[in-house]
Antibody, heavy 121, light 110 residues
Framework: QMQLVESGGGVVQPGRSLRLSCAASGFTLRNYAMHWVRQAPGKGLEWVAVVSYDGGSKYYAASVEGRFTISRDNSKNTLSLQMSSLRAEDTAVYYC??????????????WGQGTLVTVSS | QSALTQPRSVSGSPGQSVTISCTGTSSDVGKYKYVSWYQQHPGKAPKLLIYEVSERPSGVPDHFSGSKSDNTASLTISGLQADDEADYYCCAYAGRYSWLFGGGTRLTVL
């Protein structure tokens, strides 16, 4: 069945970097735009970034622009999020999410289980 | 860009109907058809319930329905069931390839 599995979360000091990965299976990754969405502990959802089906276009929330980089490797069925200059407010569960369409409609129809990132000294 | 506005909590008895509102602006909810709703049970990943304002993905029961009027989208859950108790989030396209979520609504089935 279709599945997304995130990895790479952990505890990191403010100002440091961390790279998250998302492994896709059960569907053809290159046919869909992909997103990262995060959820701070006890809080709501926040859209973080999107990458087009071919990796050619990338867009970010204002809160992470310039610090986070989304990328994908369709040959390896993986999505990544490189996070740098991390701040305490970046502490959250990070979900990778599949768009329902090849275009970025923003309908997240498949989610991973999430990976927790804690930014703390 | 601010988060979309949802009531923090709603409640209803089994078999009743409840409606959760999601208020945005003329730049997001009011401007585009790209409104979706998600259900999240505690400790679980969100699940897509409604997309494009009122469309249901396959496998989502028809007691979930969506609508939109001006800058407010709504999710109606009819015939409440115990398993409907969860957090619900709306999401809307805000232009320039960005998306906004609502703050979330906790549904309690009494």
């Amino acid at each position: 069945q279709m599945q997304l599995v995130e990895s790479g979360g952990g505890v990191v000091q403010p100002g440091r970097s961390l790279r998250l990965s998302c492994a896709a299976s059960g569907f053809t990754l290159r046919n869909y735009a992909m997103h990262w969405v995060r959820q701070a502990p006890g809080k709501g959802l926040e859209w973080v970034a999107v990458v087009s089906y071919d990796g050619g276009s990338k867009y970010y929330a204002a809160s992470v622009e310039g610090r986070f980089t989304i990328s994908r490797d369709n040959s390896k069925n993986t999505l990544s999020l490189q996070m740098s200059s991390l701040r305490a407010e970046d502490t959250a569960v990070y979900y990778c999410a599949k768009d329902k369409a090849v275009a970025s409609d923003g309908y997240f129809d498949l989610w991973g289980q999430g990976t927790l990132v804690t930014v703390s000294s | 860009q601010s988060a979309l506005t949802q009531p923090r909590s709603v409640s209803g008895s089994p078999g009743q109907s409840v409606t959760i509102s999601c208020t945005g602006t003329s730049s997001d909810v009011g401007k585009y058809k790209y409104v979706s709703w998600y259900q999240q049970h505690p400790g679980k990943a969100p699940k897509l319930l409604i997309y494009e304002v009122s469309e249901r993905p396959s496998g989502v029961p028809d007691h979930f329905s969506g609508s939109k009027s001006d800058n407010t989208a709504s999710l109606t859950i009819s015939g409440l069931q115990a398993d409907d108790e969860a957090d619900y989030y709306c999401c809307a396209y805000a232009g320039r390839y960005s998306w906004l979520f609502g703050g979330g609504t906790r549904l309690t089935v009494l």
